[in-house]
């Protein structure tokens, strides 16, 4: 019975030992593969590195290349694209406010985000900020407003320095009504023509059923443009009637009357008159009047009185001679001594002026004889 017992505990720890036999072989081979295994890991290891040390080779010689096609970072250009950004950004990102000035000082208590309802020349005796969304869309009145705001107020208000300048381009891209995509709801700004360098940022908006492009152009072209144009004069009003000059502006932006100024000469003799303040607003025409009081001025944004310095007369005071004169408007710089003619008219006795006739550009170069005509139907305030 024990030599069977025994038989049966061997024959069970033999049946124990050739159960457990499998396992033990494959763990053995498996202790077998892990040198392998780890040399393959060095391997993958090191082939990793050297297809990432290729990667870097070729992005080194892309990023030299790009930098011989678009050159080196400019900071000046820089600052230029930078400034596009944040003005556009100031513009797009809400109302806008404007401060009254009251004795030199900020009135702070009578700031308003309501810019757009102020009258253009209230609006050129603050700070302004303009800004043209409201509750986060486009605010078509106040798009319609930037033009009583002068390029020095944008340019001021939106942070730009005083070397650089700006052109705003506003319009319909889109619109389920196709009459009027290219509509375009505000164009103005200094001519960029002599600038070295210029960035665009642009954004569009959803107004409606249109898509709109609002583009802000900063550069450094530098110079206010001279685009103010007299278009009627009118050297012998009927009887009683003041003498009048009127001038239309042909950018979108108001531009300051600073720095321009009208030069008159005739039998009499001469007289000229420098503007050290006032503005036309973009688009808009201004009356310079004898006498603003009786004065006709039909679609005038603004009226100017030229009685009261006696450049221009009324009644039987003339200041434009009758008969044989000269008008010549200018413009000047700060920085320079004389001004540039921009516009001139020259009567005289074969000119054929009649009492209530008046002297109108037909659309030519302004300081040509041949671009004034003669008309006997005057219309002041009226392009």
Known sequence: MAAIGEIDFFSGDTLMTLERLPCIMQRTQHLRKS???????????????????????????????????????????????????????????????????????????????????????????????????SNGLLDLDRIEALSNVSIEAITSGLGLSDELQVRLLIQVESSSNSSRVGQVLFDGGADRSTASTSSVASRTFISGQDVISVSLEVHDGGKAPKVLRITEISPRPASGAPEWIEVQNYNGFALSLKGWSFERSGTAGSSEYLYKEGVIPGGGIALFSGDPTSQDVGNASVVYDLGSTGFLGVGSVSGLDDNTGRLRMLFAQEDEGQGTQVCKIEWGASSGILVGNTIVWNGGSPTQDSSWNVSDSPTPGEV
């Open 35 to 133: 040198p392998k295994q780890g040399e393959e890991a060095v391997v993958a290891v090191v082939e990793f590195l050297s297809a990432f040390t290729l990667f870097l080779m070729i992005l080194t010689a892309f990023m030299s290349l790009a930098q011989l096609e678009l050159g080196s970072n400019d900071p000046y250009s820089d600052l230029i694209d930078r400034s596009a950004v944040d003005g556009l950004d100031r513009l797009t990102n809400g109302e806008g406010w404007y401060v009254p000035y009251v004795d030199g000082v900020r009135d702070q208590a009578n700031a308003t985000e309501e810019w757009h309802l102020i009258p253009v020349t209230k609006l050129y005796e603050g700070v302004l900020q303009p800004g043209i969304i």
